[in-house]
């Protein structure tokens, strides 16, 4: 019994481990998880759209003139996992401050590429 203990414990730690490791290298990351999207779409919801629009367009209008609405964002053809994390660990426009974890980071990414649209343009 004691032994099987100390696997579990172990294991649990490994599994810590994994949980906080760096951001980077950015492929070795899955930026696809469910939950991550689900997290990154919260997170978005509460730290982006001050100034972005986080949301699928269908739930809103566009915004003329103001920082650029996440889902152009995902559709741009240089959005990549790797250029958002770039973004995201340099200071923000106008919002020097905004500082994530790398956890929220890779959140927010997986959120944003989940916008891209699948119809092959
Ligand atoms: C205080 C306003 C503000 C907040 C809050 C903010 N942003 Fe931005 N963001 C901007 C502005 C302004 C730009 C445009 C910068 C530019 O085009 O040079 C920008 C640009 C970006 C870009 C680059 C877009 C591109 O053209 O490639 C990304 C990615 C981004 N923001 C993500 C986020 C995320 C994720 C959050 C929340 C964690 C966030 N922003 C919160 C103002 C904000």
Redesign the pocket.
Known sequence: MEHIGGMLKRALTATAIIAIAPAFPVHAQDFSGAGAVRAGRE??IT??S???VVVPRQFTRRRIGG??DFVD?AN?AS?TAMA?SA??RSP????PN?V?SDRQSND?IAY?LSLKRNNGH
Not at 92 to 95: E, I, L, Q, S, V
């Open positions: 997170l978005a730290l982006c001050e100034c972005h920082p650029p964002i741009e959005t958002l973004f995201l923000h426009p106008t919002m905004l994530l927010a944003i």
